[in-house]
């Protein structure tokens, strides 16, 4: 699956024996909020989904919080379907983001996609 919609292009990465590492490039605002969502659907109903979703924010730029509403929903959907959502590589931008909304007490931060991919294949 490739996605490219306004300035935010999605990608996923199958591990071998593990999570779906879902990349997000440019910026995650109103405009492109939406298309996370159909990704992470996608996934969620698509062979290996229980292994779990890695949302790479290593090259994303740019995140409003509408971007913040999508990334806790899509959060939420994985964990409703039973699957394993995780966050890695944020910048140190986003990541302070995060911290200053409490976000970091919800979601599961790794300092990098393979830290994540990692910890979810050992579940």
């Known amino acids: 699956m490739n996605e490219t919609e306004g300035t935010l292009a999605i990608s ?3 591990s071998p024996g593990g999570p779906v590492v879902l990349r997000l490039a440019g910026e995650l605002d ?14 969620l109903h698509g062979p290996g989904s229980g ?8 090259r ?11 990334i806790i929903t899509a959060h939420d ?25 409490g976000l970091d007490q919800v979601l599961t931060f790794h300092p990098s996609v393979q830290d994540a991919v990692d910890a979810l294949s050992s579940h």
């Open 12 to 14: 996923a990465h199958p």
């Open 30 to 43: 109103h405009h492109t909020g939406a298309s996370l969502g159909r990704a992470v659907e996608d996934l």
């Open 51 to 58: 292994a779990g979703i890695v949302a790479d924010l290593s």
């Open 60 to 70: 994303l730029y740019y995140c409003d919080s509408t971007g913040i509403t999508a």
């Open 77 to 101: 959907r994985a964990r409703a379907a039973g699957s394993a959502f995780c966050v890695a590589a944020p910048s140190p931008a986003l990541a302070q983001l995060f911290r200053m909304t």
